[in-house]
């Protein structure tokens, strides 16, 4: 189901030299990932699926497809080179992709990047209230975050469906101060820095500041219908590895992930993950991992995991087997027992094709 491998293939450069940063980046996502590529070569594109789910139904007529998604992704644009974990999706806004990575067996350093994107929204929907427009209405489906090497924490990259200055209303409002840092308009619950505060003009300042730990954010304009988000324990502005996406060569996690989601119109999460990555499900650390999750029967979702576990992939297979949520209803137990783990050593390949029925019990809480 997934095409090309955990190591993605090589594309088209932009038109720059590549940096030696850049080349350090991508060999190490290379060496990672070359136990994947073994397995992913040897297989045709479209595997018959060893999902323990009921037959699939009839696939949708093309006249009934959905439309394809434009061909450019410009959040993808400012993925930092030097990344080799991160994750891409435009997944409808009521399923809880926290949830369907912990279906899946993610990792915990992998899934925090899914928990982020969605921590930072509620946390912008408290702080604007009842009162004002929520951030689903004006922040777009689609989210990019990742790692960088050195960071506290996922950095994420939003779009705006709404006018920038619309949107800087918003923040305003909410409480969050405004600031330039290398050139770019920042919002964050605090000044920057108090060089940051004497710089920003008083009309720009709210009338009350949000309490950073209620929103421990820093919104960033990448662009007019672009932000990004880090952590306010980020050093200094934090702003080098979205800088280093906008101005190095593509990544090959980039480059792989912008031919995805062009050429695939069903494609809704592509997740790389590169390790050593604690695993609650095995005894073993993940040394490597992709998920993709693909729309399925219309209303349905077709997931495939890949995992590389620095252990035994037989034994890792048997313990992803035989997993069971602690505190679940039994529906969703049965969910996790159909996910069908497949020892291919050195990697373990996970797949299940979730109905429109099992995705109701992945929906986030306020959606049930």
């Known amino acids: 189901m997934i095409a090309g491998d955990l190591s993605p293939g090589t594309g088209l450069p932009r038109d720059r030299a590549l940096s030696p940063r850049t080349a350090r980046s ?23 699926a060893p999902t323990k789910a009921a037959a699939a139904p009839e696939a949708a007529p093309a006249s009934e497809a959905a439309p394809a998604p434009a061909a450019a992704h410009p959040l993808l644009a400012w993925l930092d080179p030097d990344s080799t974990s991160a994750v891409y999706t435009r997944t409808a806004p009521e399923l809880d992709v926290v949830a369907l990575a912990e279906l899946f067996a993610v990792p915990p350093r992998a899934a925090r990047m899914l928990r982020d994107l969605r921590t930072f929204e509620d946390g912008l929907a408290t702080l604007i209230g009842e009162h004002g427009p929520q951030p689903s209405t004006w922040l777009r489906p689609e989210a990019l975050a990742y790692l ?26 909410a409480g969050l101060a405004h600031a330039t840092i290398e050139g770019m308009a920042v919002y964050a619950p605090l000044p920057t820095t108090d060089a940051d505060a004497d710089a920003a003009p008083a009309e720009a300042l709210p009338g009350h500041l949000a309490a950073a730990a209620a929103f421990p954010w820093r919104i960033v ?47 809704q999460l592509d997740m790389f993950a590169t390790g050593p990555m604690l695993s609650f499900d095995i005894s073993d650390d993940i040394g490597a991992l992709r998920l993709g999750v693909r729309r399925w029967s219309r209303t349905g979702l077709d997931g495939e995991l890949i995992i590389h576990p620095i252990g035994d992939a037989e034994a890792a297979a048997k313990q992803l087997e035989a997993r069971s949520p602690k505190v679940a209803t ?18 373990v390949r996970g797949r299940l094709q979730l109905t429109a029925e099992d995705l109701r019990l992945l929906r986030s809480s306020e959606d049930r």
């Open 330 to 347: 039994d529906a969703l137990r049965e969910l996790y027992r159909r996910v069908a783990f497949t020892p291919e050593p050195p990697v």
């Open 26 to 48: 991508r060999g190490r996502a290379l060496a990672l990932g070359a136990a994947l590529v073994a397995c992913e070569a040897s297989r045709p594109a479209e595997p018959a």
């Open 221 to 267: 304009f990448l662009a007019d219908d672009v932000i990004g988000c880090l952590s306010l324990k980020e050093v200094g502005g934090g702003l080098g590895p979205l800088t280093a996406g906008r101005d190095l060569p593509a990544s090959e996690i980039e480059l792989q992930l912008t031919r995805e989601f062009s050429e695939d119109p069903e494609m």
């Open 148 to 173: 960088p090497p050195l960071a506290r924490g996922p950095y994420l990259v939003r779009g705006l469906s709404r006018p920038r200055a619309e949107v800087e209303d918003l923040l305003r409002a």
